[in-house]
T-cell receptor, first 112, second 119 residues
């Protein structure tokens, strides 16, 4: 079945370091791909999305490119801040299904 | 900014008891969802709801679970007889559109979750 796999956390970085969180997916069709972020004590918030191959989603300095050939949607940020500390979830969605399929989440901790 | 709200934030119950988790979706949204996350595991889809009926449900959503939109604003998840393995964080979500259609897409807005602890 369809699934999403993320790199294991926690990931600990120093402020201004480069971030990559790997995400790969298995899907039978052509899903949309999402990154959600969960800050402590809050719900899941959409960070960025891509709806077709080669699309790049970006928001708040984060980027991810939908790579059909490698079935990946890796999250990157050039310079992380302490305020980026959160749990990041990669997810896929089939337009006609409506249910999000999540990866296991990756906790990011950024130290000053 | 409109947001999805959930109550209570934490519910503790005894095994075998009924619980009702409440959600208030964003007011102009038409599609509603419940997800859950057992500690340390993935966020899992439970059920989606549209036009006063279930659109889709997962294998987890068995006869012990039910959903309802009792009054046009609340969206509830009921577990009739809780089990230890129902302990999890339950997230409600809502979206404006179910299908991608031109300028709109089916972003799901999530609430902060209800932590359910079954003893």
């Amino acid at each position: 079945g369809d699934s999403v796999t993320q790199m294991e956390g926690p990931v600990t970085l120093s402020e201004e370091a480069f971030l990559t969180i790997n995400c790969t997916y298995t899907a039978t069709g052509y899903p949309s791909l999402f990154w959600y972020v969960q800050y402590p004590g809050e719900g899941l918030q959409l960070l960025l999305k891509a709806t077709k191959a080669d699309d790049k989603g970006s928001n708040k300095g984060f980027e991810a490119t939908y790579r059909k050939e490698t079935t990946s949607f890796h999250l990157e940020k050039g310079s992380v801040q302490v305020s980026d500390s959160a749990v990041y979830f990669c997810a896929l969605l089939y337009n006609q299904g409506g249910k999000l399929i999540f990866g296991q989440g990756t906790e990011l901790s950024v130290k000053p | 900014e409109p947001e999805v709200t959930q109550t209570p934030s934490h519910q503790v119950t005894q095994m075998g008891q009924e619980v009702i988790l409440r959600c208030v979706p964003i007011s102009n949204h038409l599609y509603f969802y419940w997800y859950r996350q057992i500690l340390g595991q993935k966020v899992e889809f439970l059920v989606s709801f549209y036009n006063n009926e279930i659109s889709e449900k997962s294998e987890i959503f068995d006869d012990q679970f039910s959903v309802e939109r009792p009054d046009g604003s609340n969206f509830t998840l009921k577990i009739r007889s809780t089990k230890l393995e129902d302990s999890a964080m339950y997230f409600c979500a809502s979206s404006e559109a179910h299908r991608y259609s031109g300028s709109s897409y089916n972003e799901q807005f999530f609430g902060p979750g209800t932590r359910l602890t079954v003893l």
